[in-house]
Each structure stands twice: as C-alpha cells, then as structure tokens.
C-alpha cells in the first residue's frame, strides 16, 4: 500500500465519508455507506455499524482487529489486500472473489467462502474450525499455514494446488475423487486414510 494521504484518528464518521487513500484508526462508523469501491484505504481498530458489504469492492486495502462476525461479505471482490486480526465468525463470502489477498491471525469459525473464486490466497495462523470452502475455483496456491481447518468442508473442490500440510485438523470433508495434488504432511495423510475407511496392514 502507498503512504497515505492523511491519519485519521478517534473520530466518528458516516461511511460515506470514508476517502481512498486515508488511514482510519479507533474509529467508529455509522450506518450504511453507498460507495461500492473502497481503494488504497487502511481500517485499524476501527469498529462498523455496517454488517451488511455485499457486492463491494476492496483494492489495496488493509483491515485490521475489527468486529465483523456474521457479516455479509457476499458477491464482495477483493485485490491486493491484507487482512489481520479480524473476527469474523460466520462471515458470508458466498461467491466472493479473491487476488493477492492474506489473512492473518483472524478469528473465522464457521464461515462460508462456497463458490468463491481464489487467485493466490493464504490463511496464516487463522481460525477456521467448521468453515465451509465447497466447490471453490482456485487458480495458483492457496495455503493455509498455522491454520486450523477441524470440520472444514471442501467438498465439491479440486484440491489441486492446496496446501494443508502446516494446518491443523482432527476431522476435514473433502472429496476423494477430487483430492489429487493436494499436499499434506505425514500425519493428516494418516487421518485421510481413517476418514475414508481405508485399512492399512
């Protein structure tokens, strides 16, 4: 991201006044903004009225310790962006689209990225316990490094191109006849086994 044009700080605003190019910190926003494009911006510790960013746009944009569970991300589009210690347990991304994009350390039980598509993305060190990534298009590596993925569900998903092997899980769903390349560590290739009623003797 470039230098931005201004720091604005501790200041309550209407998300339409929200400016690309501007850095927020401790901010609070209220009610619903109508801009669909948000380039170039940085939200730290801010916090959001708003639940509701359905078919928006982020480009060069970083998002960082917010309270966004159960938010509605869907048909969203995301370039560019790094994305921190957010939580966003439940979050709709339903159809989003991803590119050049990072999460880390966020809080993301249970949410839903089915049907999106993803252009080099990786989960650092998040939570997705129960998230569901089912029939997800993914173009070049996804990685999922310190993550925990405990009853994620990739069914429905080429796995080509994932890595899992530094992720963690007790239990996954994936499809088996569409697992080929993907790239897992010793142990989960133990679990996998398990999982699909395969007797090794």
């Known amino acids: 991201m470039t230098e931005p044009i201004e720091k604005i700080t501790d200041k309550t605003l ?5 400016e690309d190019g501007y850095y927020y910190k401790n901010c609070h926003f209220t009610s619903y ?10 939200f730290d510790h801010c916090d959001f009225e708003q639940t ?4 928006v746009s982020f480009g060069n944009v970083e998002w960082h310790h ?4 159960g938010s509605d991300f ?6 560019n962006c790094k994305i921190s210690s957010m939580q966003l347990s439940g ?3 339903n159809n989003a689209y991803f590119k050049n994009t990072d999460f880390h350390d966020c809080k ?22 129960g998230s569901f990534f089912q029939a997800l298009k993914v173009k070049k590596n996804i990685s999922f490094a310190g993550s925990i993925l405990t009853e994620a569900n990739f069914s429905e998903t080429k796995l080509k191109g994932f890595d899992f092997k530094e ?18 560590n010793q142990y989960q290739a133990a679990t996998l086994i398990g999982l699909f009623g395969i007797k090794v003797e």
Not at 33 to 42: A, E, K, M, Q, R
Not at 52 to 55: E, I, L, P, T
Not at 74 to 79: E, L, V
Request: with cysteine; glycine share 2%; aromatic share 14%.
């Open 33 to 42: 903004g109508d801009s669909l494009n948000y380039t170039d911006v940085t």
């Open 74 to 79: 869907s048909q969203s589009n995301w370039y």
């Open 14 to 18: 209407h998300m339409s006044e929200i």
């Open 108 to 129: 993301m039980p249970y949410v839903n990225f089915t049907e999106s598509r993803f252009e080099k993305i990786s989960f650092i060190n998040c939570d997705l316990n």
């Open 91 to 93: 979050a709709d991304f």
């Open 167 to 184: 992720s963690e899980f007790e239990t996954i769903i994936i499809s088996p006849e569409l697992a080929r390349g993907l790239v897992v």
């Open 52 to 55: 509701d960013f359905s078919r």
């Open 66 to 69: 917010s309270q966004l569970a």
